[in-house]
Structures are given as C-alpha cells and as structure tokens.
C-alpha cells in the first residue's frame, strides 16, 4: 500500500512540475499556475496493488501513457570513471525498480477499451468504490481510463546471498548464467568463474526474507600447508559482482583459523606369545 502510494503521487507530481515548467516558458500561461496549484495540479494518475493477483496496476483517468522501464540505469559520470569499478556481469532478477514492481525491460504502454472499466472483484481499493478503482475524469467529456497491468508479481525480496572472496583463498567456483558471449550463443554451456569466492553467506532481512540453503560452514584446505598468512583482503559481493552496499550498518563476520601438527604414520606388530598371533596397529609420531 505505502509502495503504491508513492508511486502514485510521485508521479502526479512529476507531471505538475513539468505542466508548471510550460506555463512559466510562456507568457501566455503564466496566469494559470495559480489556479493550477490551488486545485492540487496534476491528478489523473492512480497505481494500486491488486493483492489477490499480488501485482500492481498503473491506471490514468484521461491520457494514455507509456512506462519506459528500459531507463532504470542511470549511473553518474565521477563514478563510471573510477578504477576501481569491477565488470558486472548481466542480473535477470534484481535489475532495478521495474523488476521489482513486476514488469520487463521493454517499453509498455497503456491500453484502454471504450466502455471497459477495470474492477478487482475481491472489494474495494478506495473506501466505497466498489472495486472500480479507475473511472474516467469527470470534468473531461468524452474521456477515457488508460491502464498497465504488471505480467509478474512484486518482489521486494532483494539479493538472497552475499558472497565473501578472499584473494588466494577462495575455493568456490562459480557459474555465470544468462552471459552473452560468442562462446554461449554457440554452445550449449554457460561461462564459470574458477576460484571465484571462498563462502556463500544467507541474506535475513527484516520483516521478509527467503533463501534456500541452509547455514554450511565453508573452508579452505591446504594440502600441502600454507607456507604463510601474511594479510587479508576481503570483498564482499553478489553474485553479479556489485559491491554490497551496508550504508551505516554494521557487519561483521569470523575466520577461524585451524592448525594441524605435521606427523608421520608408524606401523608397529604385536606378538601373543601364547596364542602365537601378530597383528598390525599403526600410531601417529610427530
């Protein structure tokens, strides 16, 4: 609901701020933004949630309108020029916010029907309304409703892992689905990355969160031993290579470090003198 909400007024508001943009560019106009701000300016766009179908829909009371959800990347200049940005690999689940309202990365635009009022059958959305969410603006003749509705369900579960690497450590290799290459156009194979990280960290988030794997430790084996250790440098991941981002939140995790004693395995026989039997044991020397 608060999701909606929001979206609802954000934008009707976008489009008050553009209709007063024109009418301050033309003298001609400037006298009606008075009178276009007293009467709350632009209010013909409604989003709401359908929470049968778990999907939203995008409704506006007299113009049609187009959804151009292929903008969603907007990455500012300082930043795409610093070195230290790592090559991501394509996301086809957590893309940015049009994935999570349930639509695609395609242009929608909107449909209407003469006479169709769209309806959610389950009660109303508005106090009353009786399911009719939508109606056409009643200061406008001849008007007609335009709506979208989303082809997915919402998901605002967000990434379900992270992914811990430690250079010269990491021992999980991974592969890269959905990677668009001359090698996977052509095979029937996927691209990997070897070595790629060292664990495989569960996400619980706050109030929801799903994943499906249970809490294995990981480790790290030297055979033959680790000559030395001398520092760490870790990064944490998720699986497309952008950097976790925790904000003003703390994380913390623990390495265990487990040393095993070098020794070498002794074989002894043992005689009973008055059965005459000898068995084999073996014993560990360091």
Not at 61 to 68: A, E, G, P, Q, V
Not at 136 to 156: A, R, T
Not at 174 to 180: D, V
Not at 195 to 224: C, G, H, M, R
Request: glycine content about 6%.
């Amino acid at each position: 609901t608060q999701m909606v909400t929001e979206l609802t007024n954000r934008f009707n508001a976008v489009v008050t701020e553009y209709i007063i943009n024109y009418f301050n560019s033309n003298p001609n106009y400037t006298s009606f933004i008075k009178a276009f701000k007293a009467s709350g300016g632009y209010q013909e766009f409604v989003v709401v949630y359908n929470t049968v179908q778990q999907k939203i829909w995008f409704g506006n009371r007299s113009s049609s309108f187009i959804l151009t959800n292929n903008t969603t990347a907007i990455i500012n200049s300082l930043i795409s020029d610093l070195k230290c940005i790592r090559s991501q690999l394509p996301d086809f689940s957590n893309w940015g916010l049009p994935q999570n309202l349930g639509l695609t990365r395609c242009e929608t635009s909107s449909v209407s029907k003469p006479g169709d009022t769209p309806r959610f059958y389950y009660g109303d959305v508005f106090p009353g309304d009786g399911g009719y969410w939508l109606l056409p603006n009643s200061e406008l003749p001849g008007c007609q409703v335009h709506y979208i509705s989303c082809p997915f369900k919402i998901n605002f579960m967000g990434e379900a892992y992270f992914y811990l690497d430690i250079d010269n450590f990491n021992c999980i290799d991974e592969t890269s689905p959905y990677n668009l290459s001359k090698f996977t156009m052509h095979t029937n194979e996927t691209n990997g990355i070897v070595n790629s990280s060292i664990a495989k960290i569960a996400v619980p988030t706050t109030p929801i969160s799903q994943w499906f794997d249970k809490e294995s430790p990981s480790y790290k084996l030297y055979l033959p031993p680790a000559d030395k250790i001398r520092k760490l440098k870790i990064k944490i991941r998720y699986h497309n290579g952008q950097l976790v981002e925790f904000g003003k939140f703390n994380f913390t995790f623990t390495l265990e470090f487990t040393q095993y004693m070098p020794s070498q395995l002794k074989q002894y026989k043992v005689s009973d003198l008055r059965s005459g039997m000898i068995s084999v044991a073996a014993s560990l020397k360091r």
